[in-house]
């Protein structure tokens, strides 16, 4: 039996229903990680534990941890995922709610994190409140590229109707100092969303939208890394963008 898990749950007064219902799992699978002591959840599984726990990876399966670890290069790759669907709320959600300098969020419409979030927009709202910069890099709805890209997807909901969705949204909170928006036509093909030094980024693929995107969980490790690469792309990307607002009013 992992008795470290059994504990855990204990203290955190989490049920195997609950840890289940977190985790997108079914509850027999929580039992048979609770009762088979060599059974090793698989990587975003453990994460989503982790999360519903607060307790740190190397207590509840030291000899994973220890074997994931990293020392060449891609060292600053956290997770993979096959599809940006496939990377779980709540580790969007966590990464959200740790980040106290900087979320910036360089998807060309955002539109889905409205959807997936709850209470996003009042949280972006305290989260510059105390002092964390928000910005929001977009496409613009009525450019030729928007168009173009609407043809290639050739979704129902069409890519300047999303894109208009988190212009309505972000109008509700412009107000709050710390909120930024600018158009920008340079990430139509990838997606970068940072959480101070976590960072999602997702390459989008032809034909393919955003939720079908290859996705990666990067954290910075190192200088001139991957994160700083993908940190620096997006940075150049902000100063060409034009604001939405007309005038920035934070910087």
């Known amino acids: 039996m992992n008795e470290v898990l059994r504990r855990a749950m204990l203290r955190s007064r989490v049920t195997d229903r609950q840890l289940a219902e977190s985790c997108g799992v079914d509850v027999k699978t929580v039992g048979r990680w609770i009762t088979e002591s060599g059974r090793v959840p698989r990587a975003r599984h453990r994460w989503a ?3 519903a726990l607060g307790v740190d990876e190397t207590t509840l399966w ?3 941890t220890k074997k994931a670890i990293k020392v060449g290069p891609d060292r600053e790759v956290v997770s993979v995922y096959p599809y940006r669907s496939s990377c779980p709320a709540s580790l969007w959600q966590s990464l ?6 900087e979320l910036t969020f360089a998807g060309y419409t955002n539109y889905f994190l409205w959807l997936e979030q709850p209470r996003f927009g009042a949280t972006l709202r305290r989260k510059a409140s105390n002092g964390c910069r928000v910005r929001f890099l977009l496409g613009n709805p009525n450019s030729d590229l928007t168009k173009s890209r609407e043809k290639d997807e050739e979704a129902t909901l069409t ?3 999303r894109i208009q969705v988190t212009l309505a949204e972000l109008e509700k909170i412009k ?3 710390g909120v930024e928006a600018r158009y920008s036509n340079g990430h139509a093909h ?4 940072r959480f101070d030094d976590d960072m999602i980024v997702t390459p989008l693929l032809t034909h393919s939208v955003g939720h079908d995107a290859p996705t990666l969980h990067l954290r910075r490790q190192q200088d001139d890394g991957i994160f700083d690469r993908f940190a620096s792309h997006t940075e150049e990307l902000w100063k060409r963008g034009a604001p ?3 005038e920035e009013r934070n910087g």
């Open 244 to 246: 939405v607002w007309g």
């Open 62 to 64: 030291p000899a994973a």
């Open 49 to 51: 534990i982790c999360e």
């Open 190 to 193: 990838l997606s970068v969303f």
């Open 96 to 101: 959200i709610t740790k980040a106290e300098q």
């Open 175 to 177: 107000i709050q100092p």
């Open 159 to 161: 890519l300047s109707t």
